[in-house]
């Protein structure tokens, strides 16, 4: 079974139930990113996310 790379905000925000989940990592980077600008102006690198927010499932 491939993997899938999953970015749950509302374990961020508790406001914000928002879930990215894809099998193809550069995809849900790029939603997250997308996410992350017009939702919480927040801007966050690739690394960023990768590192502390996206999760292998």
Known sequence: MADA???????????????IQSE?????????????????GQDYSDDELREAHLQVV
């Open 5 to 19: 790379y999953k970015l749950d905000c509302e374990s961020e925000s508790a406001d914000c139930r928002f879930i």
């Open 24 to 40: 193809n990592e550069t995809e849900a980077i790029e939603l997250a990113k997308k996410h992350m600008q017009e939702d919480h």
